[in-house]
């Protein structure tokens, strides 16, 4: 009788599990892929609040264009996929019209922070097209009332014009941090605070300093303000009690996944906290066995397998004091409200 009673927990033990991995919500792999350009990069996830959908803006490289060295990553527009499922089918909806000055012009990686009503993104903006790395970067601001009809704001006042990859975050004094990349002082972040996001004080302090690294991301969660940015070989993490000093902590995805398309390392994320779980949503290059490969052609031109991008979200974990991410994991992934 002792063992029937046993074995039939064990069959109620399974057929428990077994619920349970059905109503997992597995995000599929890769999440989103452009279907013009293939080079979806530099990832941000905003919460439309009319339409009650997900919209995903990110750097619309241009992969599937044969140009010398680097330029199908300027002329870039900021892409946009929706999604009205919580996250599990995202659909491309176009590009956004953010000119403001004559001539194709190139936009990288955006930020987007809701704030009474209105959304306000903040960009990189460098002028024209350029076959190699280089240009003046600054960052632009625009605001917004459905995400879709942007206008444009001027560009905001900081110490240097080769900044990008902007991040934000409102405190509790009200004032609202951003953080960015300033090549000009060896590729690390800078900061500035605004009491009206239009008008900036620059700090000369690094914010994080050290090895050259771009990308930032600063969020809250778990009582924590947390930092990561883009070293090229996985993502550092970084905590803080106060926004202001950062602990240095580990890495996350530098280690390759084996998802589909989910190789080698995660590049320029970003993160949404819903409820009790954090997301983390970033590009890689699946054609690549490290992120810096390739070798230009005879006619000076990347292949296209060494160009096209994926995006991925995987979860983000707090063990023993920090955050770590095993993108190999299954996770229930459901992006609800904010």
Sequence with gaps: MKNIKTFGLFILLIFSLAARAQQMRIAPSPLYRDPIYDGAADPVMVYNHAEKSWWMLYTQRRANAQTSDVAYCYG????????????????????LDLDFEPGLNTFWAPDVIYEKGVYHMFLAYIEGVRNHWGGKARIAHYTSKNLWKWQYKGFISLNSEEVIDPTLLKMPDGKWHIWYKDSSKGSITMTAESNDLQHWTAQTEPAIGGAPHEGAKAFFFNNWYWMITDEWHGQRVYRSKDG??????????????????????????????IGNKAYIFYFTHPGRKVHFEGTLD???????SNKRTSIHVAELEFKDGTLVCDR??????YLGQP
Aim: aromatic share 12%; proline share 6%.
């Design 76 to 95: 870039t527009h900021i892409g946009v996929a929706t999604s009205t499922d919580n996250g599990q089918t995202f659909v491309y909806k176009g590009a």
């Design 244 to 273: 202001k000093s950062w602990e240095k902590q580990g890495l996350v995805l530098d280690v390759p996944g084996h998802r589909p398309e989910d190789t080698p390392t995660g590049a320029h994320a970003d993160v949404q906290v």
């Design 298 to 304: 005879a006619d000076g031109v990347f292949s296209y």
């Design 328 to 333: 190999d994991k299954p996770f229930d992934f």
